[in-house]
């Protein structure tokens, strides 16, 4: 059974779209701006068509659960992006994805006493090391401590928003639980950001490309992530999702006419290769597990 593994990755390329549609907003737009809005587009329209539907019951909801992961996806939010206005977008990346699957396989491993397995050990430092290799060559920050620091925080608060998100989905079910996470997501953001305003909405650019963002990038990409989250561990997840800045890349080739060097096409093709290994290795052991159920 492998269709888990191919939603945690279809989640990861759209994560992977983000940095490219960014790209079309207004350059002195806040980045915790668009965090608070893509996230209350996101959560808030899901919430709506979960209501509509009776498919969600306040008075018996997981809210310890919700808290928890809606908390821990808006820290890494601000987190993630203060670090990348330090250290740059290359650095940033790399060590807030490259840090978060080693995080989430420890929190795993002390929390639910579920230990890693010698497959995802290889898989995940073939992509970290193919993540590395990726933006070697991509110096665009200096080393700053402090967004290092950040950046790293960043990595646990995305493994412990998994961790939170997989005990979530043992109650709930993927819609509901998208949509109350980045509802909460969005009212925790928004004392940070509602300083800078969000006039910048008004123009239409903008609008859509948000609008594309909330949909696209937040509530399908959280809906697959969740939905492929239910089946597979958590550590296996976080490592899948490193095909995220794997997109952003090839967009960045693709559509915006930049260059990879042969060092960074090694790391393209580490991190392919660390993705089939774990994707594969993944679907045996669940096949493994079925047969002896």
């Not at 991509?138 to 290092?148: E, K, L, M, Q, T």
């Not at 095909?243 to 006419?257: D, K, S």
């Amino acid at each position: 059974m492998v269709y888990p593994y191919f939603f945690v990755l279809l989640a990861a390329i759209l994560w992977g779209m983000t940095g490219t549609a960014q790209t079309f907003l207004d350059k002195d737009v806040s980045s915790i701006g668009v965090a608070t809005i893509r996230s209350a587009i996101g959560g808030g329209l899901l919430l709506v068509v979960v209501v509509l539907l009776r498919k969600i019951s306040f008075r018996t909801w997981s809210w310890k659960w919700t808290l928890l992961a809606a908390a821990s996806i808006a820290l890494f939010q601000g987190l993630f992006f203060t670090s990348i206005r330090l250290t740059g977008v290359a650095i940033g990346t790399v060590v807030t994805i490259g840090s978060a699957p080693m995080f989430s396989g420890v929190l795993e491993w002390l929390l639910w006493k579920t230990r890693p397995t010698s497959v995802w050990g290889i898989a995940t430092m073939m992509t970290i090391t193919g993540c590395i290799l990726l933006f070697i060559n991509n110096g665009d920050g200096a080393i700053h401590i402090g967004g290092i620091g950040l950046a790293v925080c960043a990595g646990v608060s995305f493994a412990v928003y998994t961790n939170m998100s997989k005990k979530l989905m043992a109650q709930q079910e993927a819609l509901p639980a998208v949509a109350m996470t980045f509802s909460i997501c969005a009212l925790l953001l928004l004392p940070f950001s509602i300083s800078g305003g969000f006039s910048w909405l008004a123009v239409t650019q903008n609008f859509w490309t948000m609008l594309f963002m909330g949909v696209m990038c937040t509530s399908i990409a959280y809906l697959l992530f969740l939905s492929g989250l239910q089946k597979i561990n958590s550590s296996s997840a976080v490592t899948l999702s490193l095909a995220e800045p794997l997109t952003a890349a090839m967009l960045g080739v693709l559509l915006v006419g930049e260059h990879l060097s042969a060092t960074s096409w090694c790391g393209v093709a580490m991190l392919l290769g660390g993705i089939v290994v774990l994707t594969f290795a993944g679907r045996k052991n669940i096949s493994n597990e079925n047969r002896k159920a």
